[in-house]
């Protein structure tokens, strides 16, 4: 069999890593994002292809020959963020350390050697895989040379260039010179695009064809064309990739220095520590243990768990779909800046079935945000941008903003013209800041991708990686980040247009690919309930909720005296006064004063004993200063968080809170809520409790609240099938009560408080795939006890052990499991070698199917009662959701009414669906703790 060799081009992994990956950091602040992200692309890579040869290749830092030839060669690139530069520094280490060679080449760039080693491995009868993202690698596909793409699993071969760039590879430099390179600030062709490339190249061959026969191109781009004739060459020098680089410093052996190692697991441990990369730290271990093994190879269980996933999601119900959506033979993205042409657009709305669209704004706040532009895409590749609000350097030509609002809020407001964009409920509000209510939602490739992919991102950048095998032109390549970051205001109108309308065409196009790949279930989860939701949740964002300012003052008052007599405790146990919120101080009075014992307890990265939450609350039985502290942290939150913040949150037009409702985070469907996060108030303690008092209503109306009652016990119930906890739950019994009974042995009316009080937590504990050393912890019992609790337990429910086994072999089997509503719970860990992680995993998977129907069924419950609200021209209004829960703000003449239909629409939105009843219990008052 011929020998593989495997180049990766490292440069381009980071900073695809960086937009990509959630921001991390290592426990000494050090941001490591970045670099998780790049080590796991690298060993899904080393799962996916077989190979004995490889390599890394980083960009050196520093001007390369192409300055030399060209002073201004990436003039325009934005410097490296500073959050992205000490990873670039530590990252070859660490890729060195996984067992790759890594090579850095001064003068040249990583480019250039990857496509010296890629001829070498071609002129020695190997078959070389290349792993970028670049466009420009392209130009090395040959027989035996491939380009791969981790993040869209695109492959191109000699037909795949042919398809996806229209010209074959050894026209692939004559290709990029003519359109030139913004981003490499490398001259082309003004106004050349793909199209018009590939045109020429099919009609006179090369670029030297095209050069020639310049003066037979007539109109604006024969122009254009001649007036590029002098540096067309140089761009042409620009874009090729050295094959020639002199590696003998580097290769000693020549290709035989690129032969896989083993990873040195030792060093790898310490770094994965300092990182406090866990799974990996313990997997090391485990090698370290077995002196064997690769992490980041295929043999790697838990990874093939991953793709084995990833492959059931990418075989759905569209087999026979390619893995991304087929690309536009040419882009048309016009800027909207004339009377003519916006007369045209109006023309063609209003023969339009469906538009992308999207806005650009001066906030991420969407109550206070102002309109800078909006985009439409009317087909792939066919978009438009109207700017509104830059300022006259970026933009000199704009048409009037509320002239051309109030020729457009016809279309936007027309219900049958479909509007599909990304995290519409944002657009949302941006319109009806401007009283247009965009009407006529079909679609959102956020909520799409929610549906088919819970566990991944579903940002567009990432979708477009995805499901495109395209890159985006990022916010921060064009604004910037941190201090310097400048207003999409202030952006030049052609760079603005080409951002504005990708991000219309992206989410058009992906949106209806998404759809395309979804089954029945999925088809119906999402037209009927996630994209209904959005519109609650708009609404519910919209109408905000009252808060009591002098409430929250008053109570802000009381915490700071609490905190005050607290402190003082904690000094007076202490024997001196210190700083209750440093670790340092708070480890020294602790472990070197008193003399408070470590064994067992958690250490931190640099070797001493952490005093976090979960080491004091070990520690805090036994001694009264870690209770204090606890005491102390909790409150302190509360006010900062909470008495203190919400005031400054209220807004100034509408005297409100609003909040922002998450729909696409939890892979559960469970909402998550920010600025200000309302489903995050404890409600475990008395404080907690009071800050939900601020919570009101104006006069004239109350709060109603309405809570599902034990919904996942009931959940349990239907999806287990056991008799026992069906039937208790059809005859309405207390069901803690009921398995304290069958527990202890005792009749139901005997049970006594402790005995339910002990069912309940192994009821709702065992939901969570609570062991016997939770349920022990929980208890406060031994291990013992716990155990023949739990055997007693799943003696008389047999049904429920029986699903807890049943589940773990789905998942196991499929790599998912699903929601009564068919929501797919993606759990890679499922075969994971690490034994922590696959129990995780089991939990998880027990769980989840739980917890994602209830999610689902408080959703039906929004959707049935914001439509009957609105059916029966009520004056009530939803104005929260937190987990189980729904909010109302009802007028007093209609209490009556919605505290009687309340419960009735909650109870009924999964008729004939569960085998048991759904409870919802209501409640009213003045506020919202009066009425919970």
């Known amino acids: 069999m011929s020998q593989t060799l495997l180049l990766v081009d490292g440069s381009s992994y980071l900073y695809r890593a960086f937009h990509a990956m959630a921001p991390l950091t290592a426990p000494d602040g050090t941001p490591t994002g970045a670099m998780y992200g790049v080590l796991n692309m690298l060993r899904r890579l080393r799962a996916d292809y077989v190979h004995d040869y490889?390599?890394?290749?980083?960009?050196?830092?520093?001007?390369?020959?192409?300055?030399?030839?060209?002073?201004?060669?990436?003039?325009?690139?934005?410097?490296?963020?500073?959050?992205?530069?000490?990873?670039?520094?530590?990252?070859?280490?660490?890729?060195?350390?996984?067992?790759?060679?890594?090579?850095?080449?001064?003068?040249?760039?990583?480019?250039?050697?990857?496509?010296?080693l890629a001829k070498q491995g071609e002129a020695a009868g190997w078959n070389v895989v290349v792993s970028t993202g670049d466009k420009d690698m392209a130009q090395l596909v040959s027989e035996h040379v491939t380009l791969v793409n981790t993040m869209s699993n695109e492959k191109l071969d000699i037909e795949g260039v042919k398809a996806k760039f229209g010209v074959r590879p050894d026209q692939i430099i004559d290709y990029l010179a003519l359109m030139g390179d913004k981003v490499d600030n490398v001259p082309g062709v003004e106004k050349c695009g793909p199209k018009t490339a590939v045109k020429w190249l099919e009609q006179y061959g090369t670029l030297q064809g095209v050069m020639e026969h310049a003066g037979e191109i007539k109109g604006k781009v024969g122009e254009n064309l001649q007036a590029a004739l002098e540096q067309l060459p140089l761009s042409y020098q620009l874009v090729t990739i050295k094959t020639d680089v002199d590696l003998h410093t580097e290769l000693s052996d020549g290709l035989e220095s690129l032969r896989r190692s083993t990873p040195k697991w030792s060093q790898l441990a310490v770094e994965f520590k300092r990182l406090n990369f866990r799974t990996w730290l313990k997997e090391a271990e485990e090698r370290i243990n077995e002196g064997n093994g690769d992490l980041f190879g295929a043999a790697h269980i838990g990874e093939q768990a991953a793709l084995a996933a990833e492959q059931s999601l990418s075989e759905n119900v569209s087999d026979g779909l390619p893995q991304t959506a087929p690309a536009p033979a040419v882009l048309n993205y016009q800027a909207v800046t004339t009377e003519a042409k916006f007369s045209a657009l109006l023309?063609?709305?209003?023969?339009?079935?469906?538009?992308?669209?999207?806005?650009?704004?001066?906030?991420?706040?969407?109550?206070?945000?102002?309109?800078?532009?909006?985009?439409?895409?009317?087909?792939?590749?066919?978009?438009?941008y109207i700017p509104l609000g830059h300022t006259p350097t970026a933009a000199p030509e704009q048409l009037d903003l509320n002239e051309v609002l109030g020729r457009l809020k016809?279309?936007?407001?027309?219900?049958?013209?479909?509007?599909?964009?990304?995290?519409?409920?944002?657009?949302?509000?941006?319109?009806?800041?401007?009283?247009?209510?965009?009407?006529?939602?079909?679609?959102?490739?956020?909520?799409?991708?929610?549906?088919?992919?819970?566990?991944?991102g579903h940002g567009l950048d990432e979708l477009a990686e995805r499901w495109l095998g395209l890159p985006t032109i990022t916010y921060e390549s064009l604004c910037g980040k941190g201090a310097k970051q400048i207003s999409f205001a202030d952006v030049a109108l052609e760079q603005a247009t080409e951002y504005a309308a990708q991000d219309a065409d992206f989410a058009l196009r992906i949106e209806s690919w998404l759809k395309a790949r979804m089954d029945a279930k999925q088809l119906e989860m999402y037209q009927n309930m996630e994209l209904p939701v959005a519109q609650v949740l708009f609404e519910m964002?919209?109408?905000?909720?009252?808060?009591?300012?002098?409430?929250?003052?008053?109570?802000?008052?009381?915490?700071?005296?609490?905190?005050?007599?607290?402190e003082q405790q904690a000094y007076q146990i202490a024997g001196q006064p210190f700083n209750l919120n440093s670790p340092k101080q708070l480890q020294e009075i602790l472990f070197d004063k008193m003399g408070i014992p470590t064994k067992g307890l958690k250490k931190t990265a640099s070797g001493g004993v952490s005093t976090n939450e979960a080491v004091l609350e070990q520690l805090a039985p036994d001694y009264?200063?870690?209770?204090?502290?606890?005491?102390?942290?909790?409150?302190?939150?509360?006010?900062?968080?909470?008495?203190?913040?919400?005031?400054?949150?209220?807004?100034?037009?509408?005297?409100?809170?609003?909040?922002?409702?998450?729909?696409?985070?939890?892979?559960?469907?469970?909402?998550?809520?920010?600025?200000?996060?309302?489903?995050?108030?404890?409600?475990?303690?008395?404080?907690?409790?009071?800050?939900?008092?601020?919570?009101?209503?104006?006069?004239?109306?109350?709060?109603?609240?309405?809570?599902?009652?034990?919904?996942?016990?009931?959940?349990?119930?239907?999806?287990?099938?056991?008799?026992?906890?069906?039937?208790?739950?059809?005859?309405?019994?207390?069901?803690?009560?009921?398995?304290?009974?069958?527990?202890?042995?005792?009749?139901?009316?005997?049970?006594?408080?402790?005995?339910?009080?002990?069912?309940?937590?192994?009821?709702?504990?065992?939901?969570?795939?609570?062991?016997?050393?939770g349920l022990a912890k929980s208890l406060g019992i031994d291990n013992v006890s716990a155990k023949n609790f739990i055997d007693r337990y799943f003696a008389r429910y047999p049904g429920v052990a029986d699903y807890m086994q049943r589940t773990k072999e789905q998942a196991a089997a499929q790599g998912y499991v699903e929601t009564l509503f068919g929501r797919r719970l993606y759990l890679p860990d499922i075969h994971s070698k690490n034994g922590n992680a696959r129990a995780g995993a089991e939990r998880a998977a027990i769980n989840a199917p739980m917890q994602g129907t209830a999610s689902d069924l408080i959703k039906r419950a929004m959707i049935a009662v914001r439509n009957w609200l609105i059916?029966?021209?009520?004056?009530?209004?939803?104005?929260?959701?937190?987990?189980?829960?729904?909010?109302?703000?009802?007028?007093?003449?209609?209490?009556?009414?919605?505290?009687?239909?309340?419960?009735?629409?909650?109870?009924?939105?999964?008729?004939?669906?569960l085998d048991v009843p759904l409870v919802a219990e209501v409640g009213q008052g003045e506020n919202w703790e009066a009425a919970h």
Not at 625 to 637: C, D, E, F
Request: charged share 25%.
């Open 871 to 913: 059916s029966d021209g009520l004056q009530s209004k939803l104005v929260m959701q937190v987990h189980d829960e729904l909010v109302l703000e009802v007028a007093e003449s209609e209490l009556d009414l919605v505290k009687q239909k309340l419960p009735e629409i909650m109870a009924g939105v999964a008729e004939g669906q």
């Open 347 to 384: 023309d063609r709305l209003s023969q339009a079935e469906a538009i992308g669209i999207d806005t650009e704004t001066t906030s991420l706040n969407p109550m206070e945000a102002r309109l800078v532009g909006i985009s439409m895409a009317f087909a792939a590749g066919d978009a438009v």
């Open 624 to 773: 009264p200063l870690p209770n204090i502290i606890l005491q102390n942290r909790s409150l302190a939150k509360l006010k900062s968080t909470y008495t203190d913040k919400l005031p400054e949150m209220i807004n100034a037009r509408t005297g409100r809170v609003h909040t922002t409702y998450a729909q696409a985070v939890a892979i559960t469907g469970r909402l998550a809520s920010s600025n200000p996060n309302l489903q995050n108030i404890p409600i475990r303690t008395p404080e907690g409790r009071k800050v939900r008092r601020a919570f009101t209503a104006p006069s004239g109306s109350l709060i109603v609240s309405a809570d599902y009652s034990q919904i996942e016990l009931r959940i349990m119930a239907h999806l287990s099938g056991d008799k026992t906890l069906l039937e208790a739950f059809k005859n309405g019994e207390d069901v803690h009560r009921r398995t304290a009974a069958e527990v202890f042995g005792v009749p139901p009316e005997n049970v006594n408080a402790d005995q339910r009080r002990y069912a309940k937590t192994i009821n709702f504990g065992l939901i969570y795939g609570m062991g016997q050393y």
């Open 54 to 116: 490889c390599a890394v290749v980083f960009d050196a830092k520093g001007k390369n020959f192409r300055h030399q030839m060209f002073p201004d060669y990436k003039a325009t690139r934005p410097p490296m963020p500073d959050e992205l530069r000490p990873q670039a520094e530590m990252l070859p280490e660490m890729v060195r350390l996984m067992g790759w060679p890594v090579l850095v080449v001064p003068d040249v760039e990583a480019d250039d050697v990857i496509g010296t």
């Open 410 to 456: 016809p279309h936007l407001e027309n219900a049958e013209l479909k509007k599909i964009g990304q995290n519409l409920k944002y657009d949302q509000h941006i319109f009806a800041n401007y009283d247009i209510a965009l009407n006529g939602i079909a679609g959102d490739a956020m909520l799409a991708s929610y549906i088919l992919e819970s566990h991944l």
């Open 541 to 566: 964002e919209r109408n905000g909720v009252l808060i009591d300012k002098n409430e929250l003052a008053r109570q802000s008052h009381e915490l700071g005296s609490e905190l005050l007599q607290l």
